[in-house]
Nanobody, 113 residues
Framework: QVQLVESGGGLVQPGGSLRLSCAAS??????MGWFRQTPGNQRQLVAT???????RYVNSVKGRFTISRDNAKNTVYLQMNSLKPEDTAVYYC?????????WGQGTQVTVSS
């Protein structure tokens, strides 16, 4: 059973930075990444990265967020720079292997002055 444990959320002022981390137990996941969700809305893809290092981003975060992986530690990171109030959401770690999806418990990111 794969478990994903996130850390690194919090409150930051507009223009600030945060780094999210997510450690996975068990096997190395083929895809790892991050989604986010605001109240009343569907969970939205933020960024994903394959085991081989191919990254994908939603347009609204390109140039501001950077996803990275450490396969030896089975950990994925999301470096978030130039944060905006509209980035406020619960961020969920995501993993996929053999057509099975895994989710973390979520971590709150709030961007506010």
């Amino acid at each position: 059973q794969v478990q994903l444990v996130e850390s690194g959320g919090g409150l930051v002022q507009p223009g600030g930075s945060l780094r999210l981390s997510c450690a996975a137990s068990g096997t190395i996941l083929r895809i790892m990444g991050w989604f986010r969700q605001t109240p009343g809305n569907q969970r939205q893809l933020v960024a994903t990265m394959t085991r081989e290092g191919s990254a994908r981003y939603v347009n609204s975060v390109k140039g501001r967020f950077t996803i990275s992986r450490d396969n030896a530690k089975n950990t994925v990171y999301l470096q978030m720079n130039s944060l905006k109030p509209e980035d406020t959401a619960v961020y969920y770690c995501y993993g996929q292997n053999d057509d099975t999806d895994y989710w973390g418990q979520g971590t709150q990111v709030t961007v506010s002055s």
